[in-house]
């Protein structure tokens, strides 16, 4: 059974720094593109970062770049999302989800469309 779990969340004080991780259980995870996606209450869902399966492709949103950073260890079947310099609108619940992009290939997307499995969902929270 395919299946993404995600942890690594919390409450941080603005300025502080998380890392999230994704551990695939059930398929190989380096045929897979990964994704990372957040939801705060009464919005919609929104593409946070992606990388590609090769791990030479990344995309973030323009409200993460600089800040967060996605990487991925195939050996480990994990992804990360190391999130620094967070802020109170990076509250939400992260998601990461899989789509089979092939082996070593290099794209990805930022649309939940493209995705799936998803995980359950670790919740963020930046409050001082």
């Known amino acids: 059974q395919l299946q993404l779990v995600e942890s690594g969340g919390g409450l941080v004080q603005p300025g502080g720094s998380l890392r999230l991780s994704c551990a695939a259980s059930g398929f190989t995870l380096g045929y897979y593109a990964i994704g990372w996606f957040r939801q705060a209450p009464g919005k919609e869902r929104e593409g946070v970062s992606c990388?590609?399966?090769?791990?030479?492709?990344?995309k973030y949103a323009d409200s993460v770049k600089g800040r967060f950073t996605i990487s991925r260890d195939n050996a480990k079947n994990t992804v990360y999302l190391q999130m620094n310099s967070l802020k109170p609108e990076d509250t939400a619940v992260y998601y990461c989800?899989?789509?089979?992009?092939?082996?070593?290939?290099?794209?990805?997307?930022?649309?939940?469309?493209?995705?799936?499995?998803w995980g359950h969902g670790t919740q963020v929270t930046i409050s001082s």
């Open positions: 990388i590609s399966s090769s791990g030479n492709s990344l």
């Open positions: 989800a899989a789509v089979w992009s092939g082996y070593y290939t290099s794209s990805c997307s930022l649309r939940a469309a493209d995705f799936g499995p």
